[in-house]
């Protein structure tokens, strides 16, 4: 059984628990724009509803502000909500929309990803099952456009969300991984110590040197994102969620559930 030197585990959720950019087919399928194209027509039509403006002008705003996004988020861990990101776009178009208007297209924004779902990561929810039994798990996890309310609703419609007791999430903590108030909220949540903590994701950036910086043991996981694979200085390298639960017992100081050698279990030497 596992010792008491790790209790809970959080989890990064996308291209961890969920295949980012895997409900691009099924957009496909349906006739749907992709995401990235959507959001921004979702936009210039409800402007041209009240005065005609060039569909390339809107892409144009949208794409600077996408990259202001990108800078907040790696240099202040901030993750600015689908409605502020809206706001600067049209401060930039000296544009506006009526209130209705604008919840309307936060709120198209915000359920995309949960009306057309990306996909579980396949052997995730038999993992979690069993983990769960032994170990309090979270979601520690950026919004980088879905707010925490709808990846609560993704997670949700997987089957998932259930095995959570703890959700740290961008949005609603204020800041994004690797800032220490994700991982603090989760430990005040659970009333459990940094140090009894693991995480596993798949950035080694958010998800690795940022646990590790509070004292936590961090696992990459690269079943589906491997970028990181040579350079990271995870505890363990997880390939595979039917290596997991083998890794956690290794880590938390338990016997080694998958009978093999600490290598291909995934652990680093």
């Not at 596992?2 to 585990?9: E, F, H, L, S, V």
């Not at 769960?132 to 998932?160: F, M, N, T």
């Not at 936590?216 to 694979?229: G, N, P, Y």
Request: hydrophobic letters at 35%; charged letters at 30%.
């Amino acid at each position: 059984m596992p010792t008491d030197r790790i209790k809970t585990i959080t989890f990064d959720l996308w291209d961890t628990l969920v295949q980012d950019d895997s409900d691009e087919p099924k957009r496909k399928a349906q006739g749907l724009l992709p995401k990235k194209e959507q959001r921004r027509q979702v936009l210039w039509e409800a402007l041209e509803q009240h005065e005609s403006i060039d569909r390339e002008r809107v892409t144009l705003a949208y794409d600077v502000a996408d990259a202001a996004f990108n800078k907040v988020w790696h240099d202040q861990h901030v993750t600015w909500t689908v409605a502020t990101r809206l706001e600067i776009i049209l401060q930039g178009l000296q544009r506006t929309l009526p209130e209705n208007d604008f919840s309307e297209v936060v709120h198209a924004h915000e359920v995309m990803e949960v009306d057309i779902p990306p996909d579980l990561i396949a052997g995730c929810s038999d993992a979690l099952q069993e983990l769960s039994g032994h170990y309090q798990l979270a979601i520690v996890s950026d919004a980088i456009v879905s707010p925490g309310r709808c990846l609560r609703q993704l997670l949700e419609k997987h089957g998932i969300l259930k095995y959570f007791t703890g959700f740290a999430f961008s949005d609603e903590v204020g800041h994004s991984k690797p800032h220490r108030l994700m991982f603090d909220s989760v430990s005040r949540q659970l009333d459990v110590p940094l140090h009894e903590m693991v995480h596993i994701g798949d950035r080694d950036h958010n998800d690795i040197q940022g646990p590790h910086a509070l004292g936590m043991k961090a696992i990459l996981f690269t079943a589906t994102r491997d970028v990181d694979k040579n350079t990271t200085q995870a505890d363990a390298i997880c390939e595979d969620y039917r290596q997991l639960p083998g890794i956690i017992d290794r880590l938390a100081g338990g016997r080694n559930k998958c009978g093999m050698r600490i290598a291909d279990c995934g652990m680093k030497d």
